[in-house]
């Protein structure tokens, strides 16, 4: 019909990242409910996605049942998130909310903090990749987040290459769709 207005309001993109243990998932559930609770259209992902192929092998790899040298790691990472990228464009042209549990920052952070390679490096391995709008940061003490249960199960899951990671993730905090939140409280209080 001549006039009408069938364009779309594009939905939202929001990433939640922070250290291992930190309340991601739980959070990213509790904001997926928010959202449809609301009447918005949202779907929910987590990276890595251990449903692909390339999802398979790097949940071998965190499990710590398969080696991969460095490099391998971090660009298997990042072409998992790319398995993704046309779904998660699509959702967003057509108006759908996507909240994302870890995203191309843990890639980054992971990488360059827990096993050395070049901040620079792993961030143009990125480049391309959809830019969220919002970015929480889960911002959790390392002495509670060990204790919180399955710490310890996959293979950057110690303290010192946590805090590691940790260091790495500050590199984001001047992003201004960078938002730290207190994690340190009980995970099953909602942001």
């Given at each position: ?42 779907v929910?992902?987590?990276?890595p ?13 965190l ?15 990042t ?30 952070a ?5 096993i ?12 391309g990749l959809i830019?969220?709008?919002?970015v ?10 060990s ?10 899951e110690?303290?010192?290459d ?9 590199k ?9 939140v ?10």
């Amino acid at each position: 019909m001549q006039g009408e207005n069938t364009s779309v309001e594009r939905g939202i993109f929001i990433v939640l990242e922070g250290t291992d243990r930190s309340g991601k998932t739980l959070q990213s559930h509790n904001i997926y409910e928010y959202l449809t609770a609301k009447g918005r259209k949202c779907v929910k992902i987590n990276f890595p996605d251990r449903s692909t192929s390339l999802g398979k092998t790097l949940d071998g790899y965190l499990k710590k049942s398969i080696k991969l040298a460095p490099e391998v790691s971090h660009l298997l990472f990042t072409a998992n998130r790319w398995e993704l990228h046309d779904y998660i464009k699509t959702n967003l042209q057509n108006g759908v909310d996507v909240v994302c549990d870890r995203y191309s920052f843990s890639g980054i952070a992971y990488s360059s903090g827990a096993i050395k390679l070049d901040f620079e490096w792993c961030k143009s391995r990125e480049e391309g990749l959809i830019s969220p709008d919002v970015v929480i940061f889960l911002d959790v003490n390392l002495g509670l987040s060990s204790g919180r249960s399955g710490f310890g199960g996959e293979i950057y899951e110690n303290i010192q290459d946590q805090s590691n990671v940790y260091k790495a993730y500050q590199k984001f905090t001047n992003y201004s769709f960078w938002h730290s939140v207190n994690a340190s409280q009980d995970p099953n209080v909602s942001l």
